[in-house]
C-alpha cells in the first residue's frame, strides 16, 4: 500500500487528499443548510475558515502531547501532518472553543451553529478515516484473513490491512462506516429535531462509537494505564444527555 500519489514531479499523500475531500464536502453542506435557515453566509464563511485551521492546529496539538518525548526529539516532524497524527478529539475541542466565543461575538445561537456543522462532521469524519488506511494506522490487533471475511470486509481493504504479512483488524474501516450510519441518521431526523437535539446525537453516537472502536485499537493515546479518547468519548455522551435532557426541562436553553 503506498501512501502517497506520485505525479513523477510531485508526491501528495493520500492521507492529506482524504482530508482535503472531507473538508470540502463538510464546507459545501454547512454552507448550503446555513442559506435554507437564512444565517448570513458571511459569518459562516468566516467561522469555517478560522474553525478549520484551529481545528487542525488543535488535532495536531492534541497529538504531540501525548507522543511529547518523540517530538521533542524531532521538532520539525511536528508540521508533517500529512504522515499522520491528527487526534480528532483535539481539533473538536480547539473549534469548540472558538466557536463559541466566535457566535458570542456575532450573535449566532451557539446549538444552531452546532446542529449545522455536526451534520458536515460526521461525513467528514466518515471520508477523513480512509486517510488511516493509506497510511496503515489507526488499525487494530492481528486478525486472520477468515475472520476478515467473516466481517464482510471488502477485499481492497483486507489487502490493504495486510502489513508486513499480517493481517490486522481494520478499526478505521469500521468507524467510518458508523460515522456514515450516523451521517444518515441525522438526515433523516433531522427535520424533527429541536435545536441542540442534532449536537446532542452526534455527542452521544460518536462518543459511543469513538468509545467501542477504541477498545480494539493498537495506537491508542494513553493516560497511564487508560485510553484517552475513551475518556473523552464517556464525557462526550455525558454532555450529550444533559443537553438533551436540559434543552427538554428549559426550552429557553435553546435560544440563549
Known amino acids: 500500500m503506498h501512501p502517497y500519489l506520485d505525479l513523477g514531479f510531485v508526491q501528495i499523500h493520500y492521507y492529506s487528499i482524504c482530508i482535503f475531500i472531507a473538508m470540502l464536502i463538510g464546507v459545501f453542506l454547512v454552507l448550503k443548510e446555513a442559506k435554507r435557515q437564512n444565517i448570513d453566509e458571511n459569518k459562516m464563511i468566516d467561522l469555517l475558515f478560522y474553525a478549520i485551521i484551529i481545528g487542525i492546529v488543535g488535532a495536531r496539538l492534541y497529538f504531540v502531547i501525548f507522543h511529547l518525548d518523540y517530538y521533542l526529539n524531532n521538532p520539525l516532524n511536528i508540521f508533517k501532518i500529512w504522515e499522520g497524527g491528527l487526534a480528532i478529539h483535539g481539533g473538536i475541542i480547539a473549534a469548540l472553543i472558538f466557536i463559541y466565543f466566535y457566535t458570542k461575538k456575532k450573535d449566532l445561537n451557539?446549538?444552531?451553529?452546532?446542529?449545522?456543522?455536526?451534520?458536515?462532521?460526521?461525513?467528514?469524519?466518515?471520508?477523513?478515516?480512509?486517510?488511516?488506511?493509506?497510511?496503515?494506522?489507526?488499525?487494530?490487533?492481528?486478525?486472520?484473513?477468515?475472520?476478515?471475511?467473516?466481517?464482510?470486509?471488502?477485499?481492497?481493504?483486507?489487502?490493504?490491512?495486510?502489513?508486513?504479512?499480517?493481517?490486522?483488524?481494520?478499526?478505521?474501516?469500521?468507524?467510518?462506516?458508523?460515522?456514515?450510519?450516523?451521517?444518515?441518521?441525522?438526515?433523516?431526523?433531522?427535520?424533527?429535531?429541536?435545536?441542540?437535539?442534532?449536537?446532542?446525537?452526534?455527542?452521544?453516537?460518536?462518543?459511543?462509537?469513538?468509545?467501542?472502536?477504541?477498545?480494539?485499537?493498537?495506537?491508542?493515546?494513553?493516560?497511564?494505564?487508560?485510553?484517552?479518547?475513551q475518556i473523552v468519548s464517556i464525557i462526550m455522551v455525558i454532555i450529550g444527555v444533559v443537553l438533551f435532557i436540559k434543552s427538554r426541562k428549559n426550552p429557553k436553553f435553546r435560544e440563549e
Not at 487494530?140 to 475472520?147: F, M, N, S, V
Not at 437535539?197 to 494505564?225: H, K, N, Q
Open 110 to 229: 451557539l446549538l444552531k451553529i452546532l446542529d449545522i456543522l455536526v451534520v458536515a462532521l460526521l461525513i467528514a469524519q466518515a471520508i477523513g478515516r480512509w486517510g488511516n488506511f493509506f497510511n496503515s494506522e489507526a488499525h487494530g490487533p492481528e486478525t486472520t484473513l477468515e475472520t476478515l471475511n467473516n466481517l464482510f470486509v471488502p477485499e481492497f481493504v483486507i489487502n490493504g490491512m495486510q502489513i508486513n504479512g499480517i493481517y490486522y483488524l481494520p478499526t478505521f474501516y469500521f468507524e467510518s462506516i458508523l460515522c456514515l450510519l450516523g451521517f444518515i441518521i441525522i438526515l433523516i431526523i433531522r427535520k424533527k429535531c429541536k435545536i441542540g437535539d442534532l449536537t446532542a446525537f452526534y455527542l452521544v453516537w460518536y462518543g459511543l462509537v469513538r468509545f467501542y472502536i477504541e477498545s480494539f485499537r493498537t495506537d491508542s493515546l494513553m493516560f497511564f494505564d487508560f485510553k484517552i479518547a
